[in-house]
Each structure stands twice: as C-alpha cells, then as structure tokens.
C-alpha cells in the first residue's frame, strides 16, 4: 500500500517514509514535500550523524513511539532518506500532516 503524495508504503518490516532533510535549520519541521518525499527541517548539522539522530528524535516525539522502533534505511549519508518506522500505519502517520 503507498500514498500517491509523497514516497510511503506500509511493508512486513513496517512503514516506509521518503524524506528530504535540510540539516542547520532554525528548528526542527515539517515544511511540504520536496520532488515526492516529506522536507523535514532540523536544527542539527549533518557532522557525525547529529542530523540522522534529528530525524529519529522528531518522529519519535511526533508520533509518540520509542526510538528503537524508528531507523534509517537508506541515505544515512545524504539529505534523501528513507525512514522506517515499526507498529504505525499509513493512516496514523498521515493523520499527523493534514494539510499534505
């Protein structure tokens, strides 16, 4: 299952979300959608996984799950990722961004 705004998809292994992170932010946000992936925003500069720890720390406290239940699966050297998160659905995640 995916959702034709932005790159999701629910898997075994849990959701799949496409992001776009800006790292050296003025604060941590969701700002739109960036070529088919949540832009999010984080104050952390990308030096020593600060950006990558910024993501897991932002959904974490969004979506009121554990950090251990969120990992990044791909881009972990990039500003394109792909977050995984276990035990939540498209749905519950959408919810969280209404106006996307």
Same mark, same amino acid.
């Given at each position: 299952?995916?959702? %034709? ?8 292994? /849990?959701? !799949?979300?496409? &992001?776009?992170?800006? %790292?050296? #932010?003025?604060?941590? =946000? +969701? ?13 952390? %500069?990308? $030096? ?5 720890? #910024?993501?897991? =720390? ?6 009121? $799950? %554990? ?7 791909? /881009?972990?050297?990039?500003? !394109?990722?792909? &977050?995984? +998160? =276990? ?11 209404? /106006? &996307?």
């Amino acid at each position: 299952m995916s959702d %034709p705004r932005w790159r999701i998809r629910q898997t075994d292994s /849990g959701l !799949e979300v496409a &992001l776009h992170v800006q %790292p050296r #932010a003025r604060r941590d =946000e +969701i700002v739109g959608v960036h070529n088919g992936a949540l832009k999010l925003k984080v104050s952390a %500069p990308p $030096v020593d996984d600060a950006a990558n720890r #910024a993501v897991i =720390e932002f959904f974490a406290a969004l979506l009121d $799950v %554990p950090k251990t239940r969120l990992q990044i699966v791909a /881009g972990l050297k990039s500003r !394109e990722k792909v &977050l995984r +998160i =276990e035990s939540v659905s498209i749905s519950d995640f959408c919810r969280h961004f209404p /106006g &996307l």
